[in-house]
């Protein structure tokens, strides 16, 4: 029920650490670096500010900001901005409806599912988190039981503990207690998941040795590649089903 002519797509232009697009003469936007925090941050208050004194009654959208300003930018105004985070909230919100209707097919209780991320950005965060709220609404799993339930691999292998300071904050709540596991295949074996969903950016990731492990002890996996565009998607869904 969004009309298109109501909404207003902005970008906001800090610079760029591309030297190929800084000298190309074709690029239209600021030929400087990109800001640094302390600066960044003043640029998009800025920003706010003028779309609420415009528009006190506007939604916000944050799409494709970086790991690193994503977060806090959301935990910034999440409180006192109608506002949300595509890519965190929009597309955990989509993967919960998504998981919620394979269940309906197969059958099982959300909370009962064992979920493997591969990726975990603020893609895998924002879907962990809305898997999350589903379990704690469906009844009977507390917070900490529903997050123990979610495992994270990144390019350095299996989201645990023992990474420590190390570890990005956004990573935090879904480090395991887990000895150290590099490859899908190994982390598919130990851990046994019934969801399996790519959210790494990398192309045919989900080979069919990997889709075959899950099957191995799964009748009827979850398989969500859910990078985007296609030619970055985990698995086709052609393979997922020849597999």
């Not at 415009?54 to 916000?60: C, F, G, K, S, V």
């Not at 985070?85 to 929009?90: A, F, L």
């Not at 979610?150 to 570890?167: E, F, N, P, S, Y």
């Amino acid at each position: 029920g969004l009309s298109p002519c109501r909404t207003l797509p902005a970008m906001l232009d800090v610079g760029t650490n591309n030297q190929d697009l800084l000298d190309d003469p074709l690029y239209l936007g600021k030929r400087t670096g990109r800001l640094p925090d302390e600066d960044f941050y003043p640029v998009v208050d800025a920003f706010i500010r003028a779309v609420q004194g415009r528009w006190p009654n506007a939604l916000i959208q944050f799409e494709d900001f970086s790991n690193n300003h994503a977060f806090p930018l959301l935990e910034r105004y999440r409180d006192r901005v109608l506002c949300f985070n595509d890519d965190i909230q929009g597309t955990g919100a989509v993967a919960l409806s998504g998981v919620l209707s394979a269940l309906r097919i197969i059958g099982g209780r959300l909370g009962e599912q064992r979920v493997l991320f591969l990726g975990a950005g603020s893609a895998a965060r924002g879907i962990a988190d809305m898997l999350v709220a589903g379990m704690v609404e469906e009844g009977g799993v507390a917070p900490d039981a529903a997050r123990s339930r979610i495992w994270m691999l990144d390019t350095k292998g299996l989201v645990t503990r023992d990474r420590g300071a190390t570890l990005a904050g956004h990573k935090r709540p879904y480090a395991q207690d887990e000895p150290p596991i590099t490859g899908l295949i190994e982390a598919i074996r130990k851990i046994r998941p019934t969801v399996l969903i790519g959210v790494s950016g990398q192309p045919g990731l989900f080979t069919e040795e990997a889709l075959r492990e899950m099957h191995r002890h799964c009748a009827r996996p979850i398989v969500f590649p859910l990078s985007n565009p296609t030619a970055k998607a985990e698995c086709t869904p052609e393979q997922a089903y020849a597999w």
